[in-house]
Nanobody
Framework: QVQLVESGGGSVQAGESLRLSCAASRYTYGSSRYMAWFRQAPGKEREGIAAIYTGGGRTSYADSVTGRFTISQDSDNDSIYLQMSSLKPEDTGMYYC???????????????????WGQGVQVTVSS
């Protein structure tokens, strides 16, 4: 069963932190080489902000979040996380967890690579 469930979104003030969680089914996590976090602001394209190689933990970040966000994984719990610090109003948007199910091609922060998506959580940052 393919399943991804995000949690941890909310509304915060600029400068504060949030931690997003993505719980995957055992099949989804076990079959994926890469998992990632994407975000989409109203009227904008979906942006890949962080990706992680499940086999070794190598990570990749968009310039817009480098130094502020950290992606991590917990293989015992088939989960990935996104620790977000020093949040800015421009970080506002829907955040989605994605998994490539081991078959993805293309850049590891491009949406087309990913076959499985969560329902998304809203993050709102006020100035």
């Amino acid at each position: 069963q393919v399943q991804l469930v995000e949690s941890g979104g909310g509304s915060v003030q600029a400068g504060e932190s949030l931690r997003l969680s993505c719980a995957a089914s055992r099949y989804t996590y076990g079959s994926s080489r890469y998992m990632a976090w994407f975000r989409q602001a109203p009227g904008k394209e979906r942006e890949g902000i962080a990706a992680i190689y499940t086999g070794g933990g190598r990570t990749s970040y968009a310039d817009s979040v480098t130094g502020r966000f950290t992606i991590s994984q917990d293989s015992d719990n088939d989960s990935i996380y996104l620790q977000m610090s020093s949040l800015k109003p421009e970080d506002t948007g829907m955040y989605y967890c994605a998994a490539d199910l081991g078959q993805g091609v293309g850049g590891i922060r491009t949406p087309g690579r990913y076959a499985a998506w969560g329902q998304g959580v809203q993050v709102t940052v006020s100035s």
